[in-house]
């Protein structure tokens, strides 16, 4: 389980930082120095770690009474390939023979 949760912690983590950097009124709304609780409506086991894990936390924070803020994290978009154009070769193009 925490192989499989500390994954997707991190990607849930990711794209949260994603998500603010993009929109940064919600960020706005987020307290300075709150904890942040990423939950998964479809993930009821990935909430129980997480909630145990934060008022774990919580409970040797060295700033008492700390905000946090719950983000239910809804649904992620498919993943998608940012190349554009690739091209392939039949050989090695001549600009990668200063690295042979």
């Given at each position: 389980m925490n192989t499989l949760?500390?994954?997707k912690y991190d990607e849930l983590f990711t794209?949260?930082?994603?998500y603010i950097i993009e929109?940064?009124?919600?960020?706005k709304r987020i307290p300075q120095?709150?904890?942040?609780v990423?939950?998964?409506k479809e993930d009821p086991a990935f909430n129980s770690e997480n909630l145990r894990r934060s008022e774990s936390y919580l409970k040797h924070d060295d700033l008492?009474?700390?905000s946090v803020v719950y983000v239910q994290v809804g649904r992620l978009a498919p993943i998608k390939s940012r190349l554009?154009?690739?091209r392939l070769l039949t050989r090695a193009p001549d600009y990668?023979?200063?690295y042979r």
């Open positions: 949760f500390d994954e794209e949260f930082n994603r929109h940064p009124e919600f960020g120095d709150a904890l942040i990423l939950l998964d008492p009474k700390r554009r154009n690739p990668t023979m200063q």
